[in-house]
């Protein structure tokens, strides 16, 4: 202690209060401490209430896609109308168009509602548009694969028009279609005394996991799974090229690459490379792959090639941090016992390191697989409405979709069916995602070790 | 399409040639490993990898390159008179392109023979019409010029296919063969096979540069076509975006940088103070319980697909908003300022969302590199927790926090699908949050998608929009690097 050291004047005064009780100025401070702590959990609850938020919305908005109204019908094969000349050949029958199936239809409606004592009002053309656009095609598929039934009468169950659906899930209301030129009230009372007699009901619909898209006239017969193929296939793309290729860059960079220039530039050019907006990639493939190397548009080979440039950054620095983490006394023994620098890595570094590097591929595979913008660009929206065993021969160069492509094409429809559908496909979309990250937080927890 | 069948018997034969040199080299020692250099393996891989690289690496070559020197020798025989006023050498090249792919087609088809395809007369016959028939479209009658590169074009094009085919063939037969004459007992084959593996890591690192040229490249020269139709002048400075594809379109930057910096703004003001006060609370309070729960969960945000947040943007907050701000006397405020979903605020809000993980998990880590002594210190001081955040880790911090934000920024500019579904297409200079506006991103979607046309400035000015959207992210993401950088070398 020094002369000079600050004693206050009149300090005792000043200072007059009890450690006990707090002055006014230690409250401020205490509770400017408690505001901070809780602006820190506020903004945790925001972020996780956001994501509470979308969890609930996707799931409420889209579980109704999995199921779907449907109405069972004994339809009646008439021969005079499928096969006039009744010698059952195929294409004979082939001749006869969907629209020479939709009178059968309408028979077969007139003649339920006749059984079930329903009276109505309406006119047989209103009543049979209940029934989705598509079911004069299932028919006509049905008698085609089985000219033998011509002449039964085989029983049905078709998918009822989206309106109908809607107003089973609750998203179509009779105070909503006031203005709707394509269902009317009259038509919901038919509908409601279908449902009491179980003639419509809803039901698991399959078909929107394994089916293909429909046309927009038609929400209540799209599905996803076309797309999921054309996601598959592209993905085998992506893990055949961007796997091997991340991870002998990433030998190269980590193992052997000398301190040069080369090697920084590679090394900026990856990070890079990781934070160039998705876009660029998909003008890059629209320039490169479509304009000057002519490959077919759609095609799920130019969408892999793309999608693996674009993950190719992430495969190759997670590679790089599992390499970097096993240790060099693994190399120094085995160059000790006489192997060469190569059969060090590859004997020892490389599988040691495999559990971590097949996390990372995981996980860019996962990002690759949620990404939108570059498929915008190479056109891979093609509209394929074959249905699955078609569509899988035709390989990589035939024109497909993608599941994240084909969400995009539905939420553009602007059509609430097709709104619903969006939804259901966001549901797959995030199960494949959810499925993948869990596998790579199992391979990391089960394999990963710690020297 | 045969070059899959080319690279498959390549594979096969390289296969061939590593059981051949194998047993070779076995024959050679007697059938005694002990006697040979390397192990047998390596004899194998050798004459299978002479055998396959070379010619492979051929075959991508000349695929790559072909396009281009047939484009050059075809656009050569094509004299500078014949090309029209109002068109470029460049446009009349990708008519004859088109009008090849056609005869391809038509070919392949069955409508027509090799031969059809090789007389066939422009000044006799209607080849528009003949080529509609197998749905080929071509925007105008076909010129006799132009049918005349375009058959010249399929001939150099078939001849190449043929060279290319037997150089490949020859290359891979000959390597095969080479590296078995060499196959024997004293033969260093380990070193040479080590070698062989290290050149193709090296070729594998090097396609990260390939790709950043490729990309410059591909705009730069779309770019400079897209210059050469329509006044630089006007994309940079002009303040109009009007695309009209009957020509006379008016193509500015300026109104889609504005939409994409007022909506990243926005993002970022949702992003940053919920995302840095995530981090602080993370790293500075929450006990090791709470911060094993909530980092994770925070960070599934990142992990979600954009299009699921277009989708929610599209269906959910921008009906919320309109719900709040919009519908007149319906709405809940009873205003009417909100017209549609698609709106600046809508977009702004989603991506600010999608971002908050990435700022908080970025700042979580800066946050965490400020050492500990300063902490002390502070505290020792008699500074509540908050102050010693306040004053001390957040100022030390500041600098790669700044990077932080600078990356989230970068991120929001090049964001396309919430912006595509989210924030509408108009393109205006405005301040109103309520309105939709457009950006880089979507623009170049709504250029690209669709039945395009490479010859004409709407569909180029894509690729200008491309680059400066590059240009831009890139530089950021350098300043941003540049200064976490020089911030960790700090405490380091």
Known sequence: MSDISQTPENGSSKHAGSLLTPNPRTIKRNNAEKR???????????GLLMLVVLVTTILGKGVGAYSQTFITLDVELLEKKLDKKGTRNIDDIKKVTTFGYSPLIKNAFKTKVAELGIETDLKLKKQAALLSKSAAGQLRNYVIANPDMIGETVTFRFLTNSRVDGYMKGRVSRDSIANDKSV?????????????????????????????????????????????????????????????????ASIYLEEFAPQNWLTDIIEVNISNLAAVPSIVFGILGLAVFINYMHLPTS????????????????IIISTRASLKSVPPSIR?????????????????VL???APGILTGTIIGLAQALGETAPLLLIGMVGFIASNAPDSVASGLLDPNSAMPAQIYEWAKRADPAFYERAWGGIIILLVFLVTMNTVAVILRRRFERRW | MPTIWLVVSLFVLSAIGYFVGRNRALQSAGGDTRDLHSLPIYYGMNVALTA??????????????????IDTQVSRTIPAELIPESSTRGLVMSDVRRVAEGLDLAVSLGGMTEADSQAINAETTDVRARLGE???????DVRPEVLKAAQTYRNLTATASLAMNLVVAVLAIGGLAFAYSKTHKDFRARNVVERGVLALLIFAASLAILTTVGIVFSMLFETLNFFSLHDWKDFFLGTTWAPNFRGDSELSILPLLWGTLYIS???????VPVGLFAAVYLSEYASGATRAFAKPLLEILAGIPTIVYGLFALLTVGPMLVRVFGRGDNGLLGVEWMAGATSVLTAGIVMGIMLIPFVSSLSDDIINAVPQSMRDGSLGLGATKSETVRQVVLPAALPGIVGAVLLAASRAIGETMIVVMGAGAIAKFSLNPLESMTTITTRIVSQLTGDTDFASPETLVAFALGLTLFVLTLGLNVLALLIVRKYREQYE
């Open chain 1, 36 to 46: 901070f702590q809780v602006y820190g959990i506020a903004a945790i609850a925001v």
């Open chain 1, 184 to 248: 009317s009230s009259e038509q919901l009372d038919l509908v409601d005394e279908l449902v009491a007699k179980g003639t419509i009901k809803k039901t698991f619909n399959i078909d929107f996991i394994l089916g293909a898209d429909a046309s927009d006239q038609r929400p209540e017969a799209a599905g996803m799974g076309v797309s999921m193929l054309g996601s598959l296939s592209m993905m085998f793309v992506v893990l055949g090229l961007a796997l091997p290729i991340g991870v002998a």
């Open chain 1, 299 to 314: 095609a799920p080979l130019v969408g892999g090639l793309v999608l693996t440039l674009m993950t190719l950054p992430t």
């Open chain 1, 332 to 348: 120094d023994a085995a160059l000790g016992v006489g192997a060469s620098k190569m059969q060090a890595v590859f004997h020892h």
């Open chain 1, 351 to 353: 599988p040691l390191a």
């Open chain 2, 52 to 69: 396959l690289i070379p010619a492979l690496s051929v075959l991508v070559i000349w695929v790559l390159a072909q396009p281009m020197i």
């Open chain 2, 134 to 140: 197998y749905g080929v479209a071509l925007g105008s």
């Open chain 2, 265 to 271: 703004f926005i993002a970022l003001l949702v992003a």
